[in-house]
């Protein structure tokens, strides 16, 4: 199993990126794929999720109509679009994967996740 993540740089306030995440070796249909970040010195956080059994996507309040999670099954890939970037949003991102009966009501937990990438940093800086 395999979780690669990639699409991290520096970034202006105000600006866009797209952080892609590959997996491997498990079938996508049953998992819930979140990101999480974690900045220095801050626990990690929650940002975004997508259960692929239904589709459903979830965001937390401080990244709510700024980022976008979207799926493609025949890539293996998930994508998180952030737009309207913070120097706030700075942080490492990481994907993981949890089978999507054990997230459901835990979608920010770090719990249910089995499986983690190595993480992307993103820096938003002027």
């Known amino acids: 199993v395999q979780l690669v993540e990639s699409g991290g740089g520096l970034v202006q306030p105000g600006g866009s990126r797209t952080l892609s995440c590959v997996t491997s070796?498990?079938?996508?249909?049953?998992?819930?794929i979140a990101w999480f970040r974690q900045a220095p010195g801050k626990e990690r956080e929650g940002v975004s999720c997508i259960n692929f059994s239904d589709e459903t996507t979830h965001y937390a309040e401080s990244v709510k109509g700024r980022f976008t999670i979207s799926g493609d099954n025949a890539k293996n890939t998930v994508y998180l679009q952030m737009s309207r970037l913070k120097p706030e949003d700075t942080a490492v991102y990481y994907c993981?994967?949890?089978?999507?009966?054990?997230?459901?009501?835990?979608?920010?937990?770090?719990?249910?996740?089995?499986?983690w990438g190595q993480g992307t940093q993103v820096t938003v800086s002027s």
């Open positions: 993981a994967a949890g089978p999507w009966l054990l997230v459901a009501g835990n979608e920010y937990s770090a719990d249910p996740y089995d499986y």
């Open positions: 070796g498990f079938k996508l249909d049953l998992y819930t």
